[in-house]
């Protein structure tokens, strides 16, 4: 037999006896779940029993009952920290909603509502959250969401305006970057300045933002509880999707980041994306080689994939595959959203059982 024609044939037999793809990762070390993890509990399984070894839930959905079941059952518990959004915030402080280049206040992105992200008393009011937090659960880590510049990603047609030109952010943009915008005139004759005359300044200072953010998070979780873990679940763009428009509307710098992240969780969610589930594997293996991850080095990469039938549905095989693919590359864990979508659907759960126990001890 031939050179290629043995590489094909034991890719094949790869496939068929394992029941993966020949470029999983060698290693899984997160097999998680998202969501509330009680729908999971209320049909009588055990997190050890489904291999799973970590679960990754919203701040508000954690009580001190859910962190020691979890850990007796052999599972890390990390929390999601919602960072960036706040409708109801801004419509109690609204200095603190974001404005767009015509000087307005910019309407809700559909379902979402950002702030501004350098309003002091929102910042505040965010980091305070976050050590009270820390000092309440033992939690393993926290994971950033919604971190990004006003703005909504997860759909086919996102939603991207041009923010914020409030009196807050164009003075700490003059501080920090040293550009003179000239004084008078109206909000919207300094947007207009500002994108004619030093966009790409604008646009780095709007990146240092977001990752000040992640900075400032990680110092507190050093000074509250040394040797959690810092993650982000974000958006799963490259860098020429929409115009290039996660760096230069959501202010996502990627290599950035990596400086202060220690878990990247793309949100691979291929079905609310439009995107078929082979896109899943395309994108970690783009995202990996754009950080150059290596093994056993952080950054690592725990993509989160779809299981939820919403907007379209997401039979049991494909809900294997993404499994699959987001510990392709050089991705060493994944988890789905939500757990919820797996509770409510016996195929989805034994699926889920079987891959991750294959996974256990990996």
Not at 142 to 151: G, I, L, T
Not at 275 to 300: H, M, T
Not at 310 to 324: I, Q
């Amino acid at each position: 037999m031939g050179n290629l024609a043995f590489r094909s044939f034991l890719a094949l037999a790869l496939t068929f006896f394992t029941g993966c793809s020949p470029d999983s990762a060698a290693e899984v070390e997160v097999c998680g779940t998202y969501g509330g993890v009680n729908k999971f509990w209320e049909t009588g399984a055990r997190l050890d029993d489904y291999g799973v070894n970590a679960i990754f839930v919203g701040s508000y959905g954690i009580n001190q009952e859910l962190v020691d079941r979890a850990h007796d059952e052999g599972a890390r518990v990390f929390s999601e920290f919602a960072t960036l959004n706040g409708g109801r915030y801004v419509e109690q402080h609204p200095e603190a909603w974001p404005i767009d280049a015509k000087g307005e206040k910019s309407p809700k992105a559909d379902w979402f509502m950002g702030v501004c992200p350098t309003e002091p008393n929102f910042r505040a009011y965010r980091m305070k959250a976050l050590r009270e937090l820390l000092r309440k659960y033992e939690v393993d880590g926290v994971w950033m969401d919604y971190v990004h510049w006003h703005a909504q990603f997860e759909s086919p047609e996102p939603i991207l305006p041009e923010t914020c030109f409030c009196d807050h952010c164009l003075s700490a943009f003059k501080a920090a970057a040293g550009v003179d915008v000239p004084d008078g005139g109206s909000t919207a004759e300094k947007a207009s300045w500002i994108l004619s005359n030093c966009e790409n300044i604008w646009r780095d200072w709007r990146c240092s933002v977001v990752t000040s953010w992640a900075r400032d998070m990680k110092e507190i979780i050093r000074q509250e509880r040394p040797g959690a873990l810092l993650g982000i679940f974000h958006c799963p763009w490259d860098d020429d999707d929409f115009g290039g428009a996660r760096r230069k509307i959501l202010g996502l710098d990627f290599v950035q980041l990596a400086q202060v992240v220690d878990v990247f969780s793309p949100m691979v969610y291929h079905g609310r994306m439009g995107k078929n589930p082979e896109w899943v594997r395309e994108y970690v293996a783009w995202f990996c080689s754009k950080l150059n991850i290596e093994a056993g080095r952080y950054p690592k990469v725990w993509p989160i994939v779809q299981a939820s039938d919403e907007p379209v549905k997401v039979s049991a095989e494909d809900f294997e595959n993404v499994l699959r693919w987001g510990v392709s590359s050089k991705a060493t864990g994944v988890m789905m959203f939500t757990v919820h979508a797996i509770a409510a659907n016996p195929a989805k759960m034994e699926t889920m059982k079987r891959v991750y126990r294959e996974w256990v001890g990996r």
